[in-house]
């Protein structure tokens, strides 16, 4: 496989093919809500080396948030 080379899914073409998983950081605040610090873990993401980086899952609802500090939008 050639790691470092441009690949093309669906009409998007990523620099390389190589991706940052979607991790559970609890970096956000207690209610869920971003702060800076999960913003900057995802700015030092978006300036590496990798060629996707899919943030982590976000609870639509506080009852669907299992931990304090997941990200969630509600």
Aim: hydrophobic letters at 45%.
């Amino acid at each position: 496989m050639k790691l470092f080379t441009p690949i093309s899914i669906n009409g998007l073409t990523l620099d390389n093919r190589l991706c940052v998983p979607a991790m559970v950081t609890r970096l956000c605040r207690e209610d869920g809500f971003v702060n800076q610090d999960i913003t900057d873990r995802y700015v030092a993401f978006s300036r590496g080396e990798a060629g996707l980086v899919v943030i982590e899952a976000m609870a639509v609802h506080r009852r669907g948030n299992s931990q304090v500090r997941n990200a969630g939008i509600a």
